[in-house]
């Protein structure tokens, strides 16, 4: 409830800025032609979070990371941006990871409030976004706390894709000068992981005893703190079409866990242990660098 409060309160605030703004901003506008632009980036993504210390119950995020204890990827991304006139601006992207999969996919739309002065503007924006991450081998968890039986049935590298699913809100900033122009914005935004269900099959190494162990997770909507930056510049252009450098960095930082509902089945179906577990929330970062070329028409 706290964190529904601050982010409705912070949004209250913008609308009242961007209300106040608005009747300026409109007198001020002057016609400008349709704009297009195209863009083709590649960079990397890192996420962090603090290990929890292992106990009882299985932390998922402890598993964020592949087995030589990274936690990095490649990543390639395009974009296209419609820009109707100098007040509107709508970009939908996607990008993939190594399994070329386009399954990082945002939407965003930004209003120019005001000028400052002929180089300086703000305005405000929003984003709506997904994007993918790997869990590695969380079945370790059972593998080292689960002795004397066989902690797992399924022999294959177990590994899931999780999903990110969020919304942001932020203020931006842009000074442009000849063919350089940069943009800063920041701000708050919610987000949760996409529920997964995962099984773990156990046994007891001659004998009958069996062992299942079920978790469903839950959606835990979590504050987080959004700031973007890009950075263009024109290497080529004339009246039509422009090519250019385009260079994007993003932080995004949360406290974040993944909850998850357990039921223990033992030999038969009957008298299932069920349990819900809420690990420790631990601070969760994502930072992403791209780089590339645009084209503007």
């Known amino acids: 409830m706290r964190t529904a ?16 703004s608005l009747e300026k901003a409109s007198a001020q506008a002057k016609p400008q032609k349709e704009e297009l632009r195209l863009d083709i980036q590649f960079g990397g993504r890192f996420i962090q979070r603090p290990d929890q210390s292992p106990g009882s119950d299985i932390d998922f995020m402890n598993y964020l990371r592949d087995d030589f204890g990274k936690n990095s990827y490649g990543v390639l991304g395009f974009g296209f941006m419609l820009a109707p006139n100098d007040r509107w601006s709508f970009y939908t992207g996607f990008s993939m990871l190594s399994d070329m999969l386009p399954n990082h996919m945002r939407v965003t739309v ?15 924006g929003s984003s709506l976004y997904s994007y993918p991450q790997y869990l590695n081998q969380f079945n370790q968890f059972h593998i080292q706390s689960d002795t004397g039986i066989i902690a797992d049935l399924n022999s294959n590298y177990r590994q899931r894709t999780l999903f990110d699913i969020g919304f942001s809100v932020m203020p931006w900033f842009s000074y442009s000068y000849k063919r350089f122009q940069a943009t800063l914005s920041t701000g708050f935004g919610i987000n949760f ?17 069996r062992r299942e162990i079920k978790y469903e997770t839950i959606a835990s909507p979590a504050l987080t703190s959004h700031s973007e ?29 993944i ?38 028409f």
């Not at 930004?110 to 400052?116: A, F, I, N, Q």
């Not at 992981?193 to 005893?209: D, G, L, M, R, T």
């Open 259 to 296: 909850p998850y509902t357990r039921t223990i089945l033992t030999w038969t179906d009957d008298n299932p242990l069920i349990e819900t577990v809420k690990p420790k929330k631990k601070i969760y970062t994502k930072t992403d660098f791209s780089a590339g070329l645009f084209l503007k």
């Open 5 to 20: 409060k601050y982010l409705l309160i912070y949004t209250a605030c913008l609308l009242l800025l961007f209300a106040t």
């Open 110 to 124: 930004k209003h120019k409030v005001d000028s400052l002065n002929r180089n300086w503007n703000w305005g405000i």
């Open 229 to 257: 930056a890009e950075v263009t510049y024109n290497l080529l252009f004339n009246k039509h079409v422009s090519l250019g450098l385009i260079a994007k960095a993003e932080f995004l930082m949360a406290r974040r866990t």
């Open 193 to 209: 992981f996409v529920p997964f269900n995962e099984q773990i099959a156990q046994k007891k190494p001659n004998s009958n005893y």
